[in-house]
């Protein structure tokens, strides 16, 4: 739930929605009766959560967990069947093709016929439309009908017209995984304009790169129910790797004996040294890997320095003394996460490493890495960075 006094854009409490479970030639029963005295699917039950002002908010899921029903309840095409929502302003979402008409319009009028639902006319509904060619590279096939158009050129008429107009709040799903790189890119700058211009929304998809980028916090649906809410970054890791994603590691090769103490400060132009001590338990070719990252909403997960290839540790049991330095600290001035790893060679792919231990925000135990100073100071990365080790542990 937001925060107490927080200004909401949306508010989804207790909100329910079932439907009746016919064989379709029994269709019109459903609509005398409404669906009274036949068996029903809860597709929602009990869901609750608030979308703060100026705030998008994620919303992961398996096929069947309920979510597009959820965004069509909250965009009214549904109602539901218990619990109530309030919605504060003008509100738009990409789901909405059947609401306005049918595959046989062609995209132009399919864009003039959900503005003027939205309450557009006149000079402003034409020039509109005429953005919304554009940003969707349509060209002359904007007037061609809708039901002849690919997948792709159907999400870009569809993106481009439920964002054309300045709205408060969006209901977006699953369409930015839809369209090459250089669309998606076009999706992300405008919804980047949006949401730094105050809008509201609610993103439903499978894609948790895309929660990561424009989310603070997300919730997790299964069967109907919110299992999980909390951070976007939490969720994320839940939703891809259960409830502990240190299971992934291969034990009893190599660990890192203590965790180091956190926050690391370091200061801009300055050397950053990490000093921790490794264990390899048994012969392995051991190796370390570092990565420091930033989560920046509109942009997602930002890898600042990343190592390029694994440094070694040793190759025989014994304790270790690692030091990982980052000369003349070249970040600005904020947070960031440092992901630290001991990893060895797959057997079968040359290509590819088996993680042994470490800490990094898919764990959900990074380790935090404050960073103070002149801005001024910083300049273009990437830098280099580089690990030292001693065999027989710390002097």
């Given at each position: ?36 005295g ?63 008409g ?17 309450g ?31 997948a ?57 790169a ?12 299964d ?8 951070p ?8 891809l ?36 001590e ?40 014994g ?41 990094s925000?898919?764990?959900g ?30 002097p």
């Amino acid at each position: 739930m937001a925060a107490m006094n927080q200004a909401i854009a949306i508010t989804c409490q207790g909100v329910a929605k079932r439907f009746p479970l016919v064989e379709t030639s029994q269709g019109w029963r459903v609509a005398l009766s409404r669906g009274r005295g036949l068996p029903t699917f809860t597709a929602l039950d009990g869901v609750s959560f608030d979308v703060p002002k100026g705030r998008f908010v994620g919303v992961m899921g398996r096929n069947g967990a309920g979510k597009s029903t959820l965004l069509r309840v909250l965009g009214g095409v549904y109602a539901p069947d218990a619990g109530h929502i309030d919605v504060s302003g003008a509100m738009s979402g990409i789901y909405e093709l059947g609401l306005v008409g049918n595959p046989l319009l062609t995209g132009r009028e399919y864009a003039e016929r959900l503005l003027t639902i939205h309450g557009f006319s006149g000079a402003d509904l034409r020039d509109m439309v005429t953005d919304i060619q554009e940003f969707s590279e349509l060209g002359s096939r904007i007037d061609d009908a809708v039901l002849g158009y690919s997948a792709g050129m159907k999400a870009r008429l569809f993106f481009a017209t439920a964002t054309a107009g300045r709205y408060d709040v969006y209901l977006l799903d699953e369409i930015l995984s839809v369209g090459d790189q250089h669309f998606q890119a076009k999706c992300w700058r405008r919804l980047r304009d949006r949401l730094s211009r105050g809008a509201s929304g609610v993103l439903v998809t499978h894609d948790w790169a895309a929660v990561l980028r424009m989310c603070e916090t997300a919730h997790i649906l299964d069967k109907g129910r919110v299992v999980y809410s909390g951070p976007a970054e939490q969720a994320t890791r839940r939703y891809l790797y259960g409830t502990d994603a240190r299971e992934n590691f291969q034990e009893g090769v190599a660990r890192w004996v203590e965790r180091p103490p956190t926050p690391i400060l370091a200061r801009v132009g300055q050397d950053i040294a990490v000093r921790i001590e490794a264990e390899i338990l048994q012969p392995a070719q051991v190796g370390c890997v570092v990565a420091v990252e930033r989560l920046q909403t509109g942009f997602g997960w930002e890898t600042c320095l990343l190592s390029r290839s694994v440094k070694p540790v040793g190759t025989v049991p014994g304790r270790y003394d690692v030091q990982v330095t980052i000369p003349a600290c070249p970040l600005e001035p904020g947070r960031y996460q440092v992901n630290l790893h001991l990893v060895m060679p797959h057997p079968e792919r040359p290509t590819s490493r088996i993680a042994l231990d470490g800490w990094s925000w898919f764990n959900g135990d990074g380790l935090e890495l404050l960073v103070e100073g002149d801005p001024a100071q910083a300049f273009a990365i990437p830098v280099r960075w580089d690990v030292c080790t001693t065999e027989d542990g710390l002097p």
